[in-house]
């Protein structure tokens, strides 16, 4: 929806503003500048991506019509899903908790954390590290060594489509001026006709300069900015996974372990301490009356 909203009062702007302004809206209707434009950069997209690019290009694009999902809920269930873990790990051993990591969506404990339960990475990622934790003796610093390899290999592979999109934005102004240039070359051909037809063609090929502009900086790059910041949104759980899991391995007790991982959360979206003192609180008398 705020996609919608940002692409109209684009297009309210630019083209409320030019008739304003006097200008005749219709005389930028120009099709086959458009089809220039577009095949062109769409042709160039194609040439310059391998098929595993534009195919997470497309699956990027698609997701922008959904909502983040990383809400302050979200890391509420992800906090206490850690505590729990933690809190069982500290009573009952590492042990403890293998089959539940092992058969996670079977996992009475993880089913608790539907949200949490429904993010891919983030589950892969937690049910990895606590796997190699009850594997064997993990020395800390080489554990969060690899975490932070792991996080940093996510962002490379999830920047692909933000890439691919600013390198199709930033070519579009150019294609804008072929167009144009297409256009100028018609005129010239065309010198034999009065002035007024003459004045016709070359307003419609300098349309294509136009519309390059307009489509590269107010729809294309647009979106490779809103996919750069889905992108960090994504990261922020594995982030909190792994300060959580560190702080635990440096044997901090469970609710101060949760404490770290809270911090890292970007504010808007970060829980306060008295909710999650709460929730755990209220998983405490849970558990007591079990």
Known sequence: MAIMIGYF???ASVFGGFALAGGHVAALFQPVELLMIGGAAVGAFVVGNDVKSIKATMKGLKGLTKGTGYTSQLYIELLLLLYRLLSKIRSEGLISIESDVDK??????FADYPLILADHHAMEFLTDYLRLMVSGNANV?????????????????GSVPVHCIAKLGDGMPAFGIVAAVMGVVHTMESVSLPPAELGLLIAHALVGTFLGILLAYGFV??????????????????????????????AYPPPLAVEFGRKVL?????????????????????????
């Open 141 to 157: 610093f080489q554990l969060e060594n690899l975490m932070d390899n792991e996080i940093e290999t996510h962002h490379e592979e």
């Open 104 to 109: 996670y969506k079977e996992s009475k404990l």
């Open 266 to 290: 970007f504010s808007t979206e970060r829980p306060s301490f008295e909710e999650i003192d709460d929730e755990i609180r209220q998983a405490k008398a849970k558990a007591r009356a079990k």
């Open 221 to 250: 790059t647009p979106l490779s900015s809103l996919l750069e910041h889905k992108l960090h949104e994504s990261s922020k759980p594995m982030h909190c996974i792994k300060v959580t899991l560190i702080a635990h391995l440096n």
């Open 9 to 11: 009062l684009v297009v």
